[in-house]
């Protein structure tokens, strides 16, 4: 959905792109793939719990004990959520929605009725806790969110051999150890802990009820790794964009390891890339991080302030840059942006207002598209001007060289108004809708404030505006030195005007090595009218009477058609030392790549 018109045009000349992860690359569909809780690992299939490693020989699908490490890892998942079932489907957020089938698959409800206060996730924290009052002056925190930032906060360790331990150098690094096995499987990592209290300091005015006071000494209970598998349309739109020129940076808030996983299966991150988390962007100054940013190609564990860094950094190296982003924090980022383009699903009413773009499917594969899209009307914009222009050079200098050489005017002016309304305008509206060159998305984005008339546009409209018009003017001095009346004379002229300039709206379609091979049944229906519109004028007694135009027998329409085909083959000339050239530089290329 496109908020800001210009940002069509700006697309096509874009050269980085800046995506989420999640939902936009993968699909989005989280499910529970693994957990590990009470020195236990275990595989979740839907509906069953398969214990793979750990102590002891619990059997695939064996009822889950109460009080162990892995029914009070879903417990806490299941309490410390805001999801909901809705009949057979949940709702809310992918992430907890994955969580609480998993608990429900165990038979724990989500028993919201004792939360007393939530603590809730932001990009920042990167967790989620709620505090709830048990039996009692008991109080319970439970809380879930990033493994390394959880671990941090917590002391304790719980095992269903030796119940509640402190949590050691050796444990920490067993934990990590399995972070990092999870993580480079393409899961994504999340952690549940909890924390009991006897009773708050000043919590009847809420002092003691602080984010820092209670979120700490927790009881580190179980990890979770939660698959979102990638979109099929992703990996073909990925190396669509490398073929474009454009370069695709993944960024994401998930751990290290499994953006790395996900972006070496999308082949985003190639050899000689970088992955920079967040803490690493904050140890880089922005000189340091301009220089080093051309080679980053997975950013991890970032912050919406990152973004904003990430993309004024991309800028001051000249890029044109594309951002994607859902959150309210993410506003800022989005509108610095050249591209600013917000989820339609999923994103914030304040980031589709910051937005030039909005994607109704949340889809990477949609963002390429409307690149191909942005190109494609540019290119079509090129050739509507080449066609409208060259026309009229040449029927301004139809005019012109009749003159200088002491001929009589070659048109009269209904002749000329009915060529610019009827004959004229048609093929041009079509030429808007014709379909992009195969070749279009092969090529690299323009560079940041070409104009339309780049890339010697002025050139070959002049020269072709030039030929069209000597081609007119001899045909009709020819006519007049073969003692040919002046209306006839002029009719010829018209016919060659015209039919010049429809032979000339097929070679407006291609520039370049860009020569679309689609049919484009608009300008074939285009042109067809302005033949018949051209036949009726000459034709028709009365019309004829009206322009002044006379009969043409069919030798005529002979010499006609010939002479308008002529300025196209000496187009087709001066094009070949650039041709040539661009042979040239490929076989140079393939040759210095090993291609044969």
Known sequence: IVRRLPAVETLGSATVICSDKTGTLTENRMSVNRIFAGDSLYHFTGSRFQQKEGPGSAPPGSSLPRGGALHLSLSIAARCNNAYRDGTAYRGDPTEAALLEAAAAAGIAPERQLREREYPFSSERKMMSVLQRGRGRKWQLLLKGAPEIVLERCRYYRSDRTGVVPLTAARRKELLAQLETMAGLALRPLAVAYREFTGL??????????????????????????????????????????????????????????????????????????????????????????????????????????????????????????????????????????????????????????????????????????????????????????????????????????????????????????????????????????????????????????????????????????????????????????????????????????????????????EGSHRSSRRNLYLDAAVLSSVLLMMIVIYLPFLSVFFGTAVLTAGEWAVVCAAAFLPALVDRVAELPGRFRRFSRQKSANRSAGAP
């Not at 914030?348 to 598209?369: H, M």
């Not at 079509?380 to 200088?404: H, P, Q, S």
């Not at 004229?424 to 379909?435: E, R």
């Not at 018009?469 to 030195?481: C, E, I, Q, Y």
């Open 201 to 510: 300091p000043s919590a009847g005015d809420g002092a003691g009820l602080a984010e820092e006071a209670v979120e700490r000494e927790l009881i580190w209970v179980g990890l979770f790794g939660l698959e979102d598998p990638p979109r099929a349309e992703a990996l073909p739109a990925i190396r669509l964009c490398r073929r474009a020129g454009i370069k695709v940076v993944m960024i994401t808030g998930d751990h290290r390891a499994t953006a790395e996983a996900i972006a070496c299966r999308l082949e985003i991150l190639r050899p000689g890339g970088r992955v920079l988390t967040g803490a690493e962007l904050n140890a880089l100054d922005d000189r340091r991080l301009q220089q080093l940013i051309g080679r980053v190609q997975v950013f991890a564990r970032v912050s919406p302030f990152h973004k904003l860094r990430i993309v004024r950094a991309f800028k001051r190296r000249g890029e044109v840059v594309a951002m994607t982003g859902d959150g309210i924090n993410d506003a800022p980022a989005v509108k610095e942006s050249d591209i600013g383009i917000a989820m339609g699903r999923t994103g914030t009413d304040v980031t589709r207002e910051a937005a030039s773009l909005v994607l109704a499917d949340d889809n990477f594969s949609t963002i390429v598209a409307a690149v191909e899209e942005g190109r494609t009307i540019y290119s079509n914009i090129r050739k509507f001007i080449r066609f409208m222009l060259g026309c009229n050079t040449g029927e301004v200098l139809t005019m012109i060289l009749a003159v200088l050489c002491g001929l009589p005017l070659p048109l009269r002016p209904i002749q000329i108004l009915w060529i610019n309304l009827v004959t004229d305008g048609l093929p041009a509206l079509a030429l808007g809708a014709d379909p992009p060159a195969e070749e279009l998305m092969e090529s690299r984005p323009r560079r940041r404030g070409e104009g339309l008339f780049s890339r010697g546009l002025w050139g070959k409209l002049l020269l072709r505006g030039i030929l069209i018009g000597a081609v007119t003017v001899t045909l009709f001095g020819l006519a007049l030195a073969a003692g040919e009346p002046l209306g006839k004379a002029r009719t010829i002229a018209f016919a060659a005007l015209i039919t010049a300039q429809l032979v000339y709206v097929y070679d407006c379609r291609s």
